[in-house]
């Protein structure tokens, strides 16, 4: 079995390839939106992340039932999507707790996103046309959260204004894949029949 048979069959295709659409648009609106309004404050971004975090992780999980019965790899999209869900729901639940540990949420979720992106460009070269945005995704996202770690309380600016740079990147990183995981109109006029 060759690397591009593999990939296909691990990414797939998705009917459901405009619900990341959509959440690319919405991060990326949230993002423009922290940047416009710094003084909104610290903790709006965390509840906004936290949002965030909770509808990508209830699409992944949606996607990844969807891709269920095609793919071999469809445990990834919902392990990821639980994770997010899990991390969005600890932002929004316990503001004073949210504040204190903000950084390091970012730091883990950023971590977390930047090492799948990085495994699935090496594991893509050949397959998909975007395999190179998946490793540029993954090396931004490490490096930020190496930021977050080692520069955890420098300012609530500071990790406002990379929030909404990295929510601006991350929108049009999904905008872009949801096109990747789109299928063609034949196959989808073969499963509607």
């Not at 509840?47 to 445990?75: D, F, M, N």
């Not at 490793?135 to 520069?151: D, P, Q, S």
Request: net charge positive.
């Amino acid at each position: 079995m060759d690397i591009t048979s593999t990939m296909k069959s691990f990414w797939g295709k998705s009917k459901y390839w405009w619900l990341m659409l959509i959440l690319g648009i919405v991060v990326f609106a949230i993002g423009l939106w922290i940047m416009l309004q710094p003084n909104i404050g610290y903790l709006i971004v965390a509840v906004a992340l936290g949002y965030a975090l909770l509808v990508g992780g209830a699409l992944q999980l949606a996607i990844s039932t969807s891709l269920r019965k095609e793919t071999k790899g469809w445990g990834w999209w919902m392990a990821g999507g639980i994770f997010d869900i899990f991390v969005g729901f600890l932002l929004i639940a316990n503001p004073i707790f949210t504040e204190a540990l903000l950084p390091f949420f970012f730091g883990f979720v950023f971590l977390y996103k930047g090492i799948t992106s990085l495994v699935s460009a090496f594991s893509m070269l050949s397959a998909h046309k975007y395999w190179w945005l998946y490793l540029l995704n993954g090396i931004l996202m490490i490096v930020l959260a190496c930021m977050f770690f080692i520069y955890p309380f420098s300012g609530a600016f500071a990790i406002i204004f990379l929030s909404s740079f990295m929510m601006l990147y991350w929108g049009i990183s999904l905008i872009a894949i949801s096109f990747d995981i789109k299928p063609e109109k034949e196959k989808i006029a073969k499963t509607v029949q």
